[in-house]
């Protein structure tokens, strides 16, 4: 006999004995928590008394991502002579987005669509998406629309300062004024989403948790010479900017002070002469400022930290201003308030 008769032989018997008595009899599953093991043997494609090699574990695997959403990764392996044990991870929702007809697609950080439903969930709601192919069970993908590269990007940016937990909401509808809600009190205008994004949210997150007091609630945004500036603002202002576009807040300033010159009513242009007049004499008079810095008038403080490229979150100069207080009154109204804290690293 031959040896390319032999070998032949003992391949068809292998076969034969792979069919007859490798079978699977059970399947057990571990790491679940949102789907019940019953749940996923039941969409698996493999049923007991299957053979236990003769189907495509990858094919398997990704049928089973699809069928079930929130599970994030499965792994199957085989137990001789007839155990299947399957370990899964899952992923969670991390926002909602809203669609075009009203509902909301739940969606995880990394951008897989897990369910559709009629309500946010009390998820963060994510605006500016709506142009977004979304399919159940599948990931949106980054090139096919800017916003979505946006929304994976920041969503990285969150997790890596441990920030997405009190993410509040994502504003994409004009990519060069993204918004983020942070923790239901901070409105943190971005700008466009670019190279320096991760150093924007982790300069914010020391600003917000260590030189902002508890109770502060507003708005924090850079100018153009990187400086960040705080504005004191109330909840439904704050939680409003998850919702409207820029261009909406500039027409809502303008319907608000129709009178005033560049949007500004007669008490505010007063103000915010009051408050050039301050900076003016402190910047001529730098130990008459120190001087003043005591005054209960908490309104005139503009504290500056230069924002740069050499910025360590480890450390920071606050420019040898001991005094900076960055509290403001609880009576405070937005339509007379002149002076915007400035934090520039």
Not at 54 to 79: A, C, F, G, T
Not at 168 to 186: A, H, K, M, P, Y
Request: a negative charge; hydrophobic letters at 30%; aromatic letters at 8%.
């Amino acid at each position: 006999m031959s040896r390319a008769v032999l070998l032949l032989l003992l391949t068809a018997a292998a076969i034969v004995m792979m069919t007859i008595f490798f079978k699977v009899n059970t399947i057990s599953v571990e790491g679940a928590e949102k789907y019940s093991a019953e749940e996923i043997t039941n969409a698996l494609d493999i049923s007991k008394g299957d053979n236990l090699y003769l189907w495509n574990k990858m094919k398997v695997q990704e049928h089973l991502l699809e069928k079930l959403p929130y599970l994030d990764s499965v792994r199957i392996r085989r137990h001789l002579p007839d155990a299947l044990v399957l370990t899964v991870t899952e992923c969670r929702a991390a926002a909602a987005v809203k669609a075009e007809d009203g509902s909301y697609y739940y969606i995880s950080s990394t951008g897989k669509i897990l369910e559709q439903s009629t309500s946010d969930g009390g998820l963060a709601v994510v605006t500016g998406l709506e142009g977004a192919q979304m399919q159940t069970g599948k990931e949106i993908a980054p090139q096919t629309d800017a916003a979505v590269s946006a929304y994976l990007e920041i969503m990285q940016a969150l997790s890596e300062q441990q920030m997405a937990d009190d993410l509040q909401f994502i504003n994409l509808q004009e990519l060069t004024d993204v918004r983020i809600g942070c923790g239901g009190r901070f409105d943190l205008r971005i700008g466009a989403v670019d190279s320096d994004l991760s150093y924007r949210i982790r300069f914010a997150q020391t600003v917000m948790s260590e030189r902002l007091s508890p109770s502060d609630i507003g708005r924090l945004y850079w100018d153009d010479e990187g400086r960040m500036h705080f504005v004191p603002e109330t909840a439904e202002e704050v939680a409003r900017s998850g919702s409207v576009s820029g261009a909406a807040d500039a027409m809502n300033t303008i319907a608000q002070n129709p009178d005033g010159e560049n949007g500004l009513t007669d008490s505010q242009k007063n103000n915010a002469q009051t408050s050039t007049d301050s900076s003016t004499t402190d910047s001529s008079d730098t130990s008459d400022s120190a001087d003043t810095s005591d005054s209960t008038d908490t309104s005139s403080d503009d504290t500056t930290y230069y924002d740069d490229s050499s910025y360590d979150d480890s450390s920071y100069d606050d420019s040898g201003d001991d005094s900076y207080d960055d509290s403001y009154d609880d009576s405070y109204d937005d339509s007379d308030y002149s002076d915007e804290s400035d934090y520039s690293e």
